[in-house]
C-alpha cells in the first residue's frame, strides 16, 4: 500500500533505480550518474531543499540579482545568468547528499560508509566531486573522480543508500 501511495511522486527515482538494477552490465560511470539523478531526485521529492521560501526569494534577492547583471552584456550571457540565478535559491546536489546521509548516520545500519562523520564527509566529497567530473568534465576534477575499484565501491554505497532511502518508504526504518 504504502508502495503505491508514493508510486507516482517517487516515479523518476524507481526508473532510474530499477533501469541499473535489471542492467548491471553498465558502464560504472553511467551507474553512477544514474544514481546521482536518483538520489538528488528522492530529496527533490521528498524534502522542500530551499534556502528561501520561493515567494521571498523570486521577490526579494533574486530580483536584485537580476538588476545587477550588467545590461551591456550580451543578451544570450544575460538569459543564462537569469537563468542560472534562478535556481540559486535550490539546494545544490552536495547538500541535497549531505542531508540524506545525515538522516542515516545515527541508525543502527550497518552502513560502515556513513558509520562516522569523517566516512560520511568523505563519502559526499567524493560522490560530488565524481557526478561533477563525469556530468560537466571539470579538469580540475579529474584527479578527486573516483575510477575504478574505488568507482565500483562509490556505486555500491550509493545503492545501499538508494535502497535505504526507498525501504524507508515502505515502512522500513
Given at each position: 500500500?504504502?508502495?503505491?501511495?508514493?508510486?507516482?511522486?517517487l516515479?523518476p527515482?524507481?526508473?532510474?533505480f530499477?533501469s541499473?538494477?535489471y542492467?548491471?552490465?553498465?558502464?560504472?560511470e553511467?551507474?553512477m550518474?544514474?544514481?546521482?539523478?536518483?538520489?538528488?531526485?528522492y530529496h527533490?521529492?521528498?524534502?522542500?531543499?530551499?534556502?528561501?521560501a520561493d515567494?521571498?526569494?523570486?521577490q526579494?534577492?533574486?530580483?536584485?540579482l537580476?538588476?545587477?547583471?550588467?545590461?551591456?552584456?550580451?543578451?544570450?550571457?544575460?538569459?543564462?545568468l537569469?537563468?542560472?540565478?534562478r535556481?540559486?535559491?535550490?539546494?545544490s546536489?552536495?547538500?541535497?547528499?549531505?542531508?540524506?546521509?545525515?538522516?542515516?548516520?545515527?541508525?543502527?545500519l550497518?552502513l560502515?560508509?556513513l558509520?562516522s562523520?569523517?566516512?560520511?564527509?568523505?563519502?559526499?566529497?567524493?560522490?560530488a566531486?565524481?557526478r561533477?567530473?563525469?556530468v560537466?568534465?571539470?579538469?580540475?576534477?579529474?584527479?578527486?573522480?573516483?575510477?575504478?575499484?574505488?568507482?565500483?565501491?562509490?556505486v555500491r554505497?550509493?545503492?545501499?543508500?538508494?535502497?535505504?532511502?526507498?525501504l524507508e518508504?515502505?515502512g522500513?526504518?
Amino acid at each position: 500500500e504504502r508502495w503505491f501511495r508514493s508510486a507516482d511522486s517517487l516515479e523518476p527515482v524507481h526508473i532510474l533505480f530499477f533501469s541499473l538494477l535489471y542492467r548491471p552490465d553498465v558502464y560504472l560511470e553511467f551507474q553512477m550518474i544514474a544514481l546521482a539523478q536518483a538520489l538528488e531526485t528522492y530529496h527533490r521529492c521528498k524534502f522542500e531543499g530551499k534556502y528561501q521560501a520561493d515567494e521571498v526569494y523570486t521577490q526579494g534577492l533574486y530580483q536584485k540579482l537580476i538588476a545587477a547583471i550588467p545590461p551591456d552584456l550580451d543578451s544570450d550571457f544575460r538569459q543564462s545568468l537569469k537563468q542560472k540565478l534562478r535556481y540559486a535559491n535550490d539546494y545544490s546536489f552536495r547538500r541535497r547528499l549531505k542531508d540524506l546521509v545525515s538522516r542515516w548516520s545515527d541508525s543502527s545500519l550497518p552502513l560502515a560508509f556513513l558509520s562516522s562523520r569523517d566516512k560520511r564527509e568523505q563519502f559526499v566529497q567524493q560522490v560530488a566531486d565524481t557526478r561533477n567530473f563525469l556530468v560537466h568534465h571539470d579538469p580540475r576534477l579529474e584527479d578527486k573522480a573516483a575510477r575504478g575499484k574505488h568507482l565500483s565501491r562509490l556505486v555500491r554505497e550509493m545503492t545501499a543508500l538508494l535502497e535505504v532511502a526507498l525501504l524507508e518508504e515502505l515502512g522500513f526504518r
